[in-house]
């Protein structure tokens, strides 16, 4: 037997040798649910028994040059399409086209199905023959010139160049029913020109022979795989490909009313986009299929995988967590010396996990990329990150809980693996770690202390451009090297708060966020303290006649008055405040950055912005009392004494409280930190603009780390001409709009300042709730933060918070972002600042416009549009 129809359960039993590549996966397709248009294949048998006489002609031509192959693949091609077919081989095609076809007036398409054809590594893409919109008067001699296609030049020569030989070729032909399509297209679930964390469809009016061989205009549509967000690019499109009994396939007009529209509906790209998934999940690969839409839905008429990308190689870029600290453009300094922290930081995990030293040597350069750098933004190497928390988080379970406190889902690609040796040793030294837990943190803010407190006191005007240099390293170093405590407490802290929520869970209690009710007032934080003397400094000024008249003075005069000894106490506690708090400003890790050291006058501007609010001290501590004896009260409620389990629930919260708040602690100190880097910089900045080597100390930001650390010790007089250019690449990256994850196999695809069609049907948003309330409240979009903003009683919304967005948050009603998670610190300081917060809400600051009427639901995570600005 010659065929086999695709309703034929033997199909699913024959191999890629019979049905050839393309046949294969049509069967995997209809084993799989997918909606295929009926076909038969004519297996390879066939093929072989036409073909069976060629082996000295293949011999010919192996041997014989260019200008001879051309003539004997003529006559190969001749001699197949000259092949008479027996009478039951006729029959039997014709029968099985009986099968397929509803009437006798329908047409099928006739394509190739060679053994190699969409393999892993050949694709033979466009290389044979097919045909459409064939009759049954035709279709015999259509299947020969299909197979006789097997020998053209190009083929060949195709196969030459991919290894693949020539003799015992397998080749077997598809017959498959046409659907009359009005609209066509094809899809990849990852997007192989452009951001592979994309999926992109590409689709147009008629047949999908226009789109592939883009003989018609097409629209395209990308769905990001995280979001889901549908980005369209709609082209007008004047042409289509159709079918008319008397004229064939042929190009023409499209009707005036469809030519601006989008060729699929929303529904449609749906569809769409979920059997693309489906058929990469049934690949286990990237996915390439063919589509059409008719009066009775979509078809998929082709499934292949891209042979192009190697999951194995692929980097992933992607913000999630890290944009809390570095929002939008960073510029060069800041990234050299953030990748610097991080690769010393987790080398130093990996000696305190006792990971074998032959392994930290192979995975140097995973260290040494844990973050990347694209258009001047900073995103993780999520690639690089999997592999090395893999090492330390051994158990799937483990690795989840790490994913859902910091928000993240989980990339294509392999993780490292140890030898279970090995494995035996991490698993002891992280036994040792937690067992140690407390005591290391003790031991972390010794240390911390200690060399801050020798950093601070040196005198940097003091030191030439070679010691600055050096003093930097040195404390850098010194600083990074018992940094591995602070992931020791991220561990703990991510682990203690999945054993809370799972404790949650086991009590049946249906609240979203009750976790993060046990935890809050536990402790107070140097985040919170920030807020708290601010509060005070706003009641002094607010009890004085004296100072509340100079506070309605310009900045620069309260500045100056505050210079003077007319508010000496005032001043003085002004100064302290700075001096403890002063590094705590918005994207603070960005040495770019001015502290209030720095820049005064914006402590000014918060302190002004402070007093618009009603908060006081007292009020604030008021709202903690109550945060405080909530979190006792749901404590007694969630313990049973009769449980075991409830002892080690208590312990579990507890131990959660405990991590975030030295988490938050560690992250002020690293704040410390930068504040102190920024301080050396500006003083090499100045000494460069003295040098005439740079423009102005701002300017020595634009340079790396290493090209700053050269310069002290050698000038280089094109200086100038770098930070120019990177200036202008910088004002060019500012305008374009990045997506969150981004991945690539060899280098990243550029973004530029395009703006997407975005088709948004529902008024009620949703995210990850973290901090409870509900409140309605107009809405202010904040894309860049200032300390002099209005924005008290008003839902702040926004891409990510840094730190410095406590003095915004302690003012507004509410707050929903982009970005975070149930741990990032836009859910902590909501939570102890006590009001309702929503975070993870896609397209949020697209989606909502400044003066829009919203309502958000803290404890529900969702955002709903009450009225629209342009309505009020």
């Known amino acids: 037997m010659n065929t086999i129809l695709s309703n034929d359960e033997h199909i699913h039993r024959m191999s890629r040798i019979e ?47 260019a200008s001879e192959q051309v003539s004997l693949l003529e006559k190969i091609q001749e001699s197949i399409v000259s092949y008479s077919f027996s009478k039951e081989d006729e029959n039997e095609i014709l029968a099985q086209l009986d099968q397929i076809l509803e009437n006798d007036g329908a047409h099928v398409s006739v394509r190739s199905s060679g053994g190699a054809e969409d393999g892993e590594s050949t694709s033979f893409a466009g290389q044979h023959e097919t045909f459409l919109y064939v009759s049954r008067g035709e279709l015999l001699d259509k299947i020969k010139h299909c197979m006789a296609s097997a020998w053209s030049p190009s083929v060949v020569a195709y196969r030459m160049k991919q290894g693949v030989g020539l003799y015992n070729m397998n080749f077997a032909v598809i017959v498959q029913r046409m659907i009359h399509a009005k609209t066509a297209g094809i899809a990849f679930s990852m997007n192989p020109s452009g951001n592979l964390a994309d999926a992109i469809i590409v689709a147009g009016y008629g047949a999908g022979e226009g789109i592939v061989s883009d003989k018609v205009e097409s629209d395209a549509y990308v769905v990001n795989r995280q979001s889901q967000i549908v980005s369209k690019e709609i082209q ?83 913000n999630t967590n890290i944009v809390e600290s570095y929002p939008g453009i960073s510029l060069p300094l800041t990234f050299s010396f953030a990748r610097y922290a991080y690769e010393h930081a987790f080398k130093g995990a990996a000696k305190a996990f006792w990971m074998p030293k032959r392994e930290q040597e192979l995975a140097s350069s995973m260290f040494e990329h844990l973050l990347g750098y694209h258009q001047n933004r900073i995103f993780y190497r999520l690639d690089n990150w999997y592999k090395m928390i893999s090492l330390v988080f051994s158990s799937k379970k483990s690795m989840e809980s790490w994913e859902k406190a910091v928000g993240l889902k989980r990339p294509p690609g392999n993780e490292l693996s140890l030898s279970f040796g090995n494995k ?43 010691q600055l240099s050096t003093t930097l390293d040195q404390y850098a170093a010194t600083f990074f090297q018992f940094w591995y405590l602070t992931l020791i407490n991220d561990l703990m802290t991510f682990k203690s708060f999945d054993w809370v929520q799972k404790g949650i869970e086991r009590r049946k209690i249906e609240s979203k966020d009750l976790a993060n009710d046990l935890i809050a007032g536990m402790y107070q934080s140097e985040s919170e303290l920030a807020i708290v003397e601010v509060l005070k400094l706003k009641d002094e000024i607010a009890q004085s006649d004296e100072l509340s008249a100079l506070f309605k003075r310009n900045t620069d005069e309260v500045w100056e008055a505050l210079l003077s000894d007319e508010f000496k106490d005032f001043s003085e506690s002004v100064r302290k405040y700075i001096d403890r708090f002063g590094d705590r400003t918005l994207a603070e890790l960005k040495l770019e950055k001015a502290s209030f050291r720095h820049e005064p006058h914006g402590f000014i501007e918060l302190l002004k912005g402070q007093l618009r609010s009603e908060e006081s001290y007292g009020m604030y501590q008021e709202k903690q009392k109550i945060r405080r004896l909530a979190s006792d009260g749901l404590m007694k409620k969630a313990f049973q004494w009769w449980n075991p389990r409830s002892y080690f629930f208590r312990y579990s919260v507890r131990m959660a409280a ?66 120019q250019s990177r200036k202008e690449e910088c004002e060019v990256n500012a305008k374009a709009k990045l997506p969150d994850r981004i991945i690539y196999e060899r280098t990243p695809p550029v973004f530029r300042s395009k703006q997407s069609l975005r088709e948004e049907s529902t008024s009620t948003l949703t995210g990850i709730p973290v901090s409870k309330g509900i409140i309605q409240a107009e809405a202010m979009v904040i894309t860049e933060p200032s300390y002099d903003l209005n924005v008290k009683g008003k839902i702040l919304i926004t891409e990510i918070t840094d730190p410095g967005w406590v003095f915004l948050m302690s003012q507004a009603s509410g707050l929903v972002s982009e970005k975070g998670s149930l741990l990032s610190h836009t859910a902590i300081v909501g939570r102890e600042m006590g009001i309702p917060v929503v975070v993870s809400v896609a397209e949020i600051t697209s989606r909502i416009q400044s003066g829009d009427i919203i309502k958000i639901d803290g404890q529900q995570g969702t955002v709903e549009i009450i009225q629209r600005k342009d309505a009020i």
């Open 658 to 723: 405990y991590g975030t708040y030295s988490r938050e602690n560690m992250r002020f100190c690293r704040t410390r930190i930068y504040g102190a880097v920024k301080d050396i910089y500006w003083e090499i900045g100045k000494r460069l603009t003295e040098k005439q080597l740079i423009a102005a100390p701002e300017d020595i930001f634009y340079l790396t780390s290493d090209e700053v650390r050269a310069v002290c010790g050698k000038p280089i007089n094109s200086l100038q001409e770098i930070v």
């Open 424 to 466: 035996l040793k991490v698993y002891a030294s992280t036994l040792w770690r937690v067992l140690n837990y407390k005591r290391g943190n003790r031991m972390f803010f010794q240390l911390f202390g200690k060399h801050y407190g020798e950093l601070r006191a040196i005198d940097l005007t003091e030191l030439n451009l070679i």
């Open 19 to 65: 049905l050839g590549g393309k046949g294969a996966y049509l069967a995997e397709l209809i084993k799989s649910g997918f909606n295929v248009p009926p076909f038969f294949v004519i297996t390879s048998e066939l093929f072989h028994k036409m073909t069976k006489h060629l082996s000295s002609q293949i011999s010919e031509l192996m041997e014989s040059g």
């Open 236 to 318: 007008t499109k004047n042409h289509r490909m159709m079918f008319h009994p008397s004229e064939g396939l042929v190009r023409e007009k499209v009707p005036k009313e469809l030519v601006d529209l989008s060729a699929l509906s929303d529904e449609q790209i749906r569809e769409v986009y979920e059997e693309v998934m489906k058929a990469e999940s049934l690949l286990e690969d990237i996915a390439d299929i063919e589509f059409c839409f008719d009066e009775e839905g979509c078809w998929i008429l082709q499934m292949r995988p891209v042979t192009t990308i190697n999951l194995k190689k692929i980097a992933i870029l992607d």
